[in-house]
């Protein structure tokens, strides 16, 4: 039934004793939960772990809550769930900042289902109006509507009533103007029709379109940006403190803020340096991994520069500081990425685009009304107003306020489906317009596990003790080498020493064994000094890396591959991939500069793919970017989407997705209008009675609702890619851009 | 007519009803999980 857990599932105890110390929540996104078992599997691990009070899963947001003790770290849940074959991270921070969001939906809901009640009960007493009530009864069925109508306007109209003042307090007439006026006008007229006892009162329409409203409205704050908050993160890695060597050789802390250009500080194994620097003496290997996106530790030695934010891994050094801490490089990618975070903020969704020409024409069409029945009746304002007021209820956005939500409320259920975290409603539009795709390398199209390649002959004896010398480290090549020679048995070596920037040894049988950096700087095999063989890696391509760049490649969207790597490295994963245009060796800067050299094009825009440190600010710069669940935090939060799993596949699927969304978004508008144009002239010339007004407005709500669902029937990722061997998702991409 | 008296008040009383019970679901968190929910109902404990 459910790919991700196995069937068998026993009885959960949720609740345990209470145990000392202070409750903490975790809160965990496990993509990959998919059924009613894989919840119960999760729940019942969590309640057998130590120190964990209680665990809730919810599959609908695939999410797991967990209350715990200070006993247990976040890590061991993680490691827990691992073992259970399901891949989680914590989102504890994402979540706070969402609490806010949460909350705005929930009194929209709140104010829905107020709306809702009200016009239900309305739309009862209105139809028997309708149906042949007259004389005092009418009259009573139209107190008892005012009566609900008051206060239910008065409550759910309050998101549109606010949004209106605050437009206004800034001098701007937004969509929700027309809206209020409307209801409000509605409401009056209404009240003094009931109570000079007239045949037609307007309860119905004026509650009814709030209620419509509010149903698109709630659904586009499920859709609306969260803060992103890439640049706080990225604080983590600057040091607060330093230490700082004296002429004298005596050593002092100062805080990172003191440190000027010039002075010697001290690095021990494992902390980070805290301004660009230099080293003068001592040797030990660096993990730059948050320049050059590569996982595997560099050697350094005396003379060579070091950048704030890497890390130092083995020895002890002392640098001498090139740069104050504010122009280091890591000052620079946090500037870069705030600079690259305000202009995405720059762009205009089309429901606003629409309501910039909506909301004039609606205004100028009501005034109109107004102005031409007051000649045309020689002065009797009561039915100009009528007229008018007609108008601006018919006109009312209410398909056109469903017709973007919608769709993407349902594509991105879909997305999420299929594993696509979409952390940005915008994104979607700007997905489907996507000419140009850059990929990272190491950890976007490649997994950023190395594997052996080539390696020397080696005899048994050898064999074994190559491999027990491997195992000992846990250098990246060194566990290569270690799974590429397994199975083997486990000899007694004496004396191993792992060697900073160099590579490990031991003594063997009296021999003395070495895997290391040779003479040539290639990965050497040594025994007593004489060279056994070189060892050569490759890296594991990502699943499905292969069929996503072939995809868009068919699909006319060109490929990029940008990488920190050396130029070997590089271009042996670009001609795996087909990718003829690649660039090594590349700093976040030069990053930078190809996806915004691109994005100043107006044909079409930039979609970057990457995890790194390193890649986000062109995450956040690109028009749209995909982060892999396993990129570091500053990528995810730089980057609209986050793909929950491993496979590629579903970067080309959710354009697809994407040109569908847009093609059914313009659809909806289009139904819209056609409405308008058929409604308005209806009421223009006094035709519209409330009834008709009230079943105009529900169908057409309707019948954009029930196109968007048409979204809901998309073929999965995995048969796109098999479909597209024969072609016909290149040509799906093709048409879309077309249409 | 004298039977409005009553019927109306009624369906407004009925119809009041439906909306607390549903503003209080919200409140105590009934809709944050639906498919969740759809699947404990399977489970046997």
Redesign the interface.
């Known amino acids: 039934m459910c790919g991700a857990c196995g069937t068998a599932?026993e009885?959960?105890a949720l609740n345990r004793e209470k145990t000392s110390g202070a409750t903490q929540e975790f809160e965990f996104s496990v993509p990959s939960m998919s059924?009613?078992s894989c919840?119960?599997k999760i729940e019942s691990a969590m309640a057998q772990l130590p120190g964990v009070e209680s665990a809730r899963?919810?599959?609908?947001?695939k999410r797991l809550l967990v209350y715990a003790t200070d006993d247990i770290t976040d890590h061991a849940i993680i490691e827990r769930l691992k073992s259970l074959s399901f891949d989680a991270f914590r989102i504890d921070d994402e979540a706070k900042a969402d609490t806010e969001h949460q909350a705005k939906a929930?009194s929209l809901?709140?104010a829905m289902?107020?709306a809702g009640?009200g016009s239900?009960?309305i739309m009862?007493?209105s139809v028997s109006a309708w149906s042949g009530a007259d004389g005092?009864?009418r009259d009573?069925f139209h107190l008892?509507s005012a009566l609900?109508a008051v206060p239910v306007v008065l409550f759910s109209g309050q998101p549109f009533f606010r949004s209106a003042l605050s437009g206004l307090s800034v001098g701007r007439i937004n969509m929700d103007f027309p809206i209020s006026l409307a209801v409000i006008l509605a409401l009056l007229m209404s009240i003094f029709q009931t109570m000079t006892g007239q045949p037609e009162a307007y309860f119905d329409a004026a509650v009814m379109l709030l209620f419509f409203l509010l149903i698109g409205r709630y659904l586009d704050q499920l859709m609306r940006t969260r803060a992103r908050n890439a640049v706080v993160s990225l604080s983590q890695y600057a040091t607060k403190q330093a230490i700082v060597v004296g002429q004298n050789g005596d050593t002092s802390t100062i805080e990172a803020d003191q440190i000027e250009t010039g002075m010697v500080l001290r690095l021990h194994a494992g902390s980070r340096v805290p301004a660009d620097s230099t080293i003068i003496s001592g040797s030990t290997d660096i993990d730059r991994s948050m320049v050059t996106g590569e996982a595997e530790p560099v050697s350094a030695r005396s003379g060579d520069s070091l950048e704030a934010g890497t890390l130092n891994l083995t020895g002890s050094v002392d640098v001498r500081v090139d740069k104050p801490v504010n122009q280091s490089f890591l000052a620079e990618v946090t500037r870069m990425l705030n600079a690259a975070e305000q202009g995405k903020s720059q762009y205009i969704r089309i429901a606003d685009r629409a309501a910039r020409i909506y909301t004039p024409a609606v205004h100028t069409l009501a005034g109109a009304a107004f102005i031409s029945w007051m000649m045309y009746t020689g002065g009797d304002w009561q039915v100009s107003l009528l007229v008018a007021i007609s108008v601006l209820i018919i006109t009312c956005p209410c398909a056109l306020g469903l017709a973007v939500p919608v769709a993407h409320v349902v594509s991105a259920s879909q997305l999420f489906r299929h594993g696509l975290l979409m952390r940005d409603g915008a994104a979607l539009e700007k997905l489907a317009n996507v000419t140009r795709a850059v990929f990272d390398k190491t950890g976007t199209v490649t997994m950023g596990i190395k594997t052996v390649d080539a390696m020397p002959h080696l005899s048994a004896a050898h064999h074994n003790a190559i491999a027990t010398l491997a195992s000992h480290s846990s250098h990246p090549s060194s566990m290569a080498i270690c799974n590429h020679l397994k199975p083997f048995a486990a000899v007694e070596l004496e004396a191993i020493k792992e060697l900073p920037g160099h590579g490990i040894e031991a003594i063997y049988q009296g021999k003395r064994l070495f895997i290391g950096r040779g003479a040539d700087e290639s990965t050497t095999i040594m025994v007593d000094d004489a060279v056994l063989g070189t060892v050569s890696f490759t890296e594991q391509l990502r699943p499905g890396a292969r069929n996503c760049l072939n995809t868009l490649r068919q699909a006319g969207i060109s490929t990029q591959l940008l990488s920190g790597d050396s130029s070997v490295a590089v271009e042996r994963i670009a001609n795996r991939l087909g990718i003829s245009d690649f660039h090594f060796g590349q700093t976040p800067k030069d990053k930078m500069s190809h996806v915004s050299a691109a994005g100043d094009g107006e044909a079409g825009n930039t979609l970057m793919v990457g995890d790194g440190i390193n890649d986000a600010p062109c995450l956040a710069a690109a028009d749209v970017s995909i982060a892999p669940s396993s990129a570091a935090d500053v990528g995810r939060q730089a980057s609209d989407f986050v793909m929950a799993r491993d496979s590629l596949d579903v970067v080309p699927w959710a354009i697809v997705m994407a040109k569908r969304t847009d093609r059914i978004v313009r659809q909806n508008f289009a139904l819209a209008i056609i409405y308008n144009c058929i409604a308005v002239p209806l009421a223009f010339l006094g035709y519209a009675s409330p009834l008709f007004a009230a079943i105009a407005m529900s169908l057409s709500s309707i019948v954009v609702i029930a196109n968007s669902l048409r979204l809901m029937h998309t073929s999965a990722p995995a048969n796109a890619v098999k479909e597209n061997k024969v072609g016909p998702v290149g040509g799906n991409l093709q048409e879309g851009a077309v249409a | 007519m004298n039977q409005l008296v009553f019927l109306i008040p009624v369906a407004l009383f009925l119809g009041g009803v439906g909306l607390v019970a549903f503003l209080w679901c919200l409140k105590n968190g009934q809709f944050d999980d639906p498919q969740g929910a759809a699947e404990r109902i399977l489970q046997d404990d």
Not at chain 1, 57 to 61: D, K, Q, V
């Open positions: 599932v009885d959960v059924c009613g919840v119960a899963a919810n599959l609908t947001l929930r809901l709140r289902a107020v009640f239900a009960n009862l007493l005092a009864t009573l008892v609900i």
